[in-house]
């Protein structure tokens, strides 16, 4: 069935990738970004002529996550124009890169804000239509350094990521009354088609950086991004995790798994986040909450 799909950060990487898959699987996309009339103009209009060419359904949507108006204004219009809203995908993201202690902590707070406080000013302008449904999947795009391994310099990228996963899993409790269901997709590490590094913020604070670099770190940033291509398969592609996303979407109310791992370096965090979600769900089993580890059928 045709879902009405609302995606963020989806000018690049998987959240691009997604948008493609799942407007070419047949649901209606509403790939949102910020500024599609400045800097991302031409993806804009590479988007839509590729939905005009196809006879896809992909539509680009103005959306900053960092303003609530903006959201507010775009999820509004998205209900307008659809009449409804079936799957939000958080996607929205930034990493940056460097010694932990070289990063201010308003550089720590600008990280957060985006691959995290973005999830709930979205999350507080869509739940009411999806209550209002009682029907609707939220998708969340984790990251496998949340129980896997985690090499260093990515500090304020990794531990954002954590929160935003640990925030998804509280989420899917507490909307599982209200027939909304989670899935959180978990990739590994991809060094081709999601621009993390290329796009990758940088520490204000030089002089730290240089007492690194001058020190026993020498050259160790660019020996950390080395490791990463090394440990990554030649043919690891990020459109797995966009053909993971269309599958979640496209099973049945009921079925969708609520953690997928794609995850070429196979770094543990399947074995991670398998103790993890299982202490979880034995914790509410105990305290007679169980039932809410799975989503009630109200439609």
Do not use: C
Not at 41 to 53: I, K, R, Y
């Amino acid at each position: 069935m045709n879902k009405t799909i609302l995606i963020t950060g989806a000018s690049s990487g998987f959240g691009r990738l997604m948008a493609t898959a799942l407007a070419r699987a047949g649901h209606t996309v509403y790939a949102s970004m910020r500024d599609i009339r400045g800097r991302n103009a031409s993806v804009s209009s590479e988007m839509t002529h590729l939905g005009e060419v196809e006879g896809i359904d992909l539509r680009v949507i103005e959306m900053d996550v960092q303003s609530e108006p903006s959201i507010e204004l775009a999820v509004a219009e998205v209900v307008n124009q659809a009449g409804r809203i079936d799957v939000v995908i958080h996607n929205a993201g930034h990493m940056v890169f460097g010694p932990a202690e070289a990063f201010t902590a308003e550089q720590y707070a600008a990280v957060y804000d985006v691959n995290v406080l973005s999830t709930q000013r979205v999350n507080r302008a869509v739940l009411p239509y999806l209550r209002r449904q009682k029907q609707g999947l939220l998708v969340w795009i984790s990251s496998s350094s949340s129980a896997g391994g985690t090499p260093p310099w990515l500090a304020p990228y990794f531990a954002a990521k954590a929160a935003m996963d640990a925030i998804a899993v509280q989420y899917a409790r507490e909307l599982s009354r209200w027939g909304i269901e989670t899935s959180i997709i978990v990739p590994g590490a991809f060094t081709k088609g999601t621009n993390h590094f290329a796009h990758a913020g940088h520490p204000a604070d030089e002089a730290r950086v240089a007492e690194y670099e001058d020190g026993p770190y020498a050259g160790f940033g660019q020996q950390v991004q080395e490791a990463f291509a090394a440990i990554v398969p030649s043919d690891a592609d990020a459109s797995l995790v966009a053909e993971a996303v269309v599958e979640v979407v496209n099973r049945e109310f009921g079925r969708r798994p609520f953690r997928v791992h794609i995850d070429p370096t196979q770094d543990g965090a399947n074995v991670g986040f398998a103790v993890l979600d299982r202490l979880r769900a034995e914790m509410l089993h105990r305290v007679g909450l169980g039932e809410l580890l799975t989503p009630r059928t109200l439609v």
